[in-house]
């Protein structure tokens, strides 16, 4: 089967504390990770995707890290939390040729 | 860089009525194109992946065409039940294998 699975479901965290947010995806090998992050009201936006482990690409220079140290595990991180980084994040896959599916994402609310 | 329009961003409709949803991105360069829907604090599911040298994509009560010279995506759903009520959301991947998001439409069918 090809799950993603994302942890926490939802997530509860006062400004300027860390965060660590988990995607771990099941079947294909070296398969293209993304990170996307959709606040209220608003579009997705990505922020990170790796096409290995190792190979991080940012697209939004923020306070938030991305990670993969495992060939099926991305990991999210920031160091400090901001207000703004309130928002549903969304890890995604591609799959076949280049059909991307959502795992079912984390709530983050930064208080 | 690709800008992708959703019109309209909320439609209501009977139940059984057609529903017409569109798309249109600025840059005809595309790889592909997915439509995926979503329910509230769910993540994205994929209904349709149409590739540039496709004009149509069915899928059950699910069509999807594209013009990709007009640049334009159309998403018919036959019959509307209450269950197709979500936001549907398009999506153009550029051929640096990013995906660009539309706004998408809130699609409400009334009983």
């Known amino acids: 089967s090809q799950t993603i699975h994302q942890w926490p479901a939802t997530l509860v965290q006062p400004v300027g504390s860390p965060l660590s947010l988990e995607c771990t995806v099941e079947g294909t090998s070296n398969p293209n990770l993304y990170w996307y992050r959709q606040a209220a009201g608003r579009g997705l936006q990505l922020l990170f995707y790796s096409v290995g482990i190792g190979q991080i690409s940012s697209e939004v220079p923020q306070n938030l890290s991305a990670s993969r140290p495992q060939d099926r595990q991305f990991i999210l991180s920031s160091k400090k939390l901001l207000l703004s980084d309130s928002g549903f994040y969304l890890c995604a896959q591609d799959r076949g040729d280049y059909e991307q599916y959502f795992g079912p994402g984390t709530r983050l609310t930064v208080t | 860089k690709q800008e992708v329009t959703q019109i309209p961003a909320a439609l209501s409709v009977p139940e059984g009525e057609n529903l017409v949803l569109n798309c249109s991105f600025t840059d005809s360069a595309i790889y592909n194109l997915q439509w995926f829907r979503q329910d509230p604090g769910k993540g994205l599911t994929s209904l349709l992946l149409i590739q540039s040298s496709q004009r149509e994509q069915t899928s059950g009560r699910l069509n999807a065409s594209l013009d990709k010279s007009s640049g334009r995506s159309t998403l018919y759903i036959a019959a509307s039940q209450p269950g197709d009520s979500a936001t549907y959301l398009c999506?153009?991947?550029?051929?640096?294998?990013?995906?660009?998001f539309g706004a998408g439409t809130t699609v409400t069918v009334r009983a």
């Open positions: 999506a153009v991947r550029r051929y640096d294998y990013k995906l660009s």
